[in-house]
Nanobody, 126 residues
């Protein structure tokens, strides 16, 4: 059974940084993709970034390019989302999601992901 557990959310001032973690377990194959999504109140859940465990270029939504960085620690089966230069509009519940579809295909498409974490709140104050 695939399990994804997010951590690292919190309250930060605009311009600050946070690092989210997604601990993954239960994937049957070594090659899988972890994506980060976010959902602000009253808005659709949007894809932020993704990363495939094998290789390939990561995906970033235009709204976070140059500010967010996705990375992984394979020994810990953990994927990180480093968020810098945070803006109030980054406020949302952040979810990590998993799929066997490569990141280059899945990107920020919600329906491509089969497994979801419980979410962690990120609040950026102005």
């Amino acid at each position: 059974e695939v399990q994804l557990v997010e951590s690292g959310g919190g309250l930060v001032q605009a311009g600050g940084s946070l690092r989210l973690s997604c601990a993954a377990s239960g994937f049957t194959f070594d090659d899988y993709t972890i994506g980060w999504f976010r959902q602000a109140p009253g808005k659709e859940r949007e894809g932020v970034s993704c990363f495939s465990s094998s290789n390939g270029s990561p995906y970033y939504a235009d709204s976070v390019k140059g500010r967010f960085t996705i990375s992984s620690d394979n020994a810990k089966n953990t994927v990180y989302l480093q968020m810098n230069s945070l803006k109030p509009e980054d406020t949302a519940v952040y979810y990590c999601a998993g799929t066997y579809t490569p990141c280059t295909v899945a990107a920020g498409r919600r329906r491509e992901y089969d497994y979801w974490g419980q979410g962690t709140q990120v609040t950026v104050s102005s």
